[in-house]
């Protein structure tokens, strides 16, 4: 299976939220990974068909997305960022609800619910009005329905959003574990979430992909780039005026920084191996919602 963006735009007025993408996706795990506003969540819509593209094209297996027609539908499993839920159904009658608009037949959507109910560990809570549920198990719930018709290719749009640690985690294995033999794209803006399950990384900004390839291999391309010093609280304070600050640790009298810059920031400093957080921070800036990284005013709290 391949799917394939041929040069897709998509402009409203001045503004290009997405800006020539051209990219050929096979079965795997996508992190389409980018700060707010950098065209995340309308290169998916316009994927999923609730956008249409000013200019390219979308093939499946070589075969427009318009003339597929019900067939690419069919084929597709949506999450968007923000999803719309009845709150007075039960879990299980907004899965059957689901399963009918996907135009499953009653008894395939009746086994498909008890099934995903189990994999996203809400059977217990089956009979319960989504309106009780938590963030957590909204956002399960959401997957489910994604996943309602077995589709071949899965977009969830920042599936865990919102949630504390325990419950992204819990969110992360069970991507994982529907992502066999499918095309996953999971965006987001939180770097854990992509680095553990990402196969190939899709890095955004201003509406292009900058960046394509495994974790480890785009990471390469910052290295010699990202900078350890143990140093003096005067020194701290000045280099996290000038650079990106990663992460700030207190060790006894004396501050150990980790920094992004194109050269040695001190004397003392040496180069450490870059993270995918550090790519982020090194293409986004400190004003980027990246997870982990803190600049110094804010390092008492680490």
Known sequence: MELELQHLCKQYGPIRAVDNVHIRLSPGVYGLLGANGAGKTTL???IC???APTSGCIRLNGKPMQALGEQYYAQLGYMPQD???????????FLHYMAAVKGLSAGTGRERTERLLKMVNLHDAANRRIKSFSGGMKQRLGIAQAELNDPSILILDEPTAGLDPKERVRLRNLIADFAREKIV?????IVSDVSYIADTILMMKQGRILLQGAPDEITRSIQGKVWELLTDEQTA???AHRLSVVNLHHEGGRIRLRMISDAAPAPNARAVEPSLEDLFLYHFGESSPSEGGAAYESADSI
């Open 49 to 51: 068909g609730v956008l």
């Open 237 to 239: 304070a000045d280099c």
């Open 83 to 93: 999803f719309g839920f009845y709150p007075d159904f039960t879990a299980r009658e």
């Open 185 to 189: 794209i999971l965006s987001t803006h």
């Open 44 to 46: 998916m819509r316009m």
